[in-house]
């Protein structure tokens, strides 16, 4: 499974981003993380493989949707209301386990990071 993020970019607080992942391969449930400067890398969100489930850190619940299009085999993370400590490089993740997955041990396949920059 290969997997391709995309979509970050600078931003001014309050702002907007979409993330997209497309996946090459099987359908799998999907995760986000984020990693923010000298921080470890931490969960953002998790769907599951027919998007009929989620799951958000609670920074971010309210704020963030995860969804997805098997279609397209991509899944988007909607990030809205955004704000300063959102800053980082986030990941996308796929795991054929579990039905949903939040810890970052469970996952398998790992994208590159797409940066995310909110201003004040």
């Known amino acids: 499974v290969q997997l391709q993020a995309s979509g970050g970019g600078l931003v001014q607080a309050g702002g907007s981003l979409r993330l997209s992942c497309a996946a090459s391969g099987r359908t799998y449930a999907m995760g986000w993380f984020r990693q923010a400067p000298g921080k470890e890398r931490e969960f953002v969100a998790a769907?599951?493989?027919?998007?009929?489930?989620?799951l958000y850190a609670d920074s971010v619940k309210g704020r963030f949707t995860i969804s997805r299009d098997n279609a397209k085999n991509t899944v988007y993370l909607q990030m809205n209301s955004l704000k300063p400590e959102d800053t980082a490089v986030y990941c996308c993740?796929?795991?054929?386990?579990?039905?949903?997955?939040?810890?970052?041990?469970?996952?398998?396949?790992w994208g590159q990071g797409t940066l995310v920059t909110v201003s004040s």
């Open positions: 993740a796929a795991q054929p386990r579990s039905p949903i997955a939040t810890i970052e041990n469970e996952y398998d396949y």
């Open positions: 769907i599951n493989w027919s998007g009929g489930s989620t």
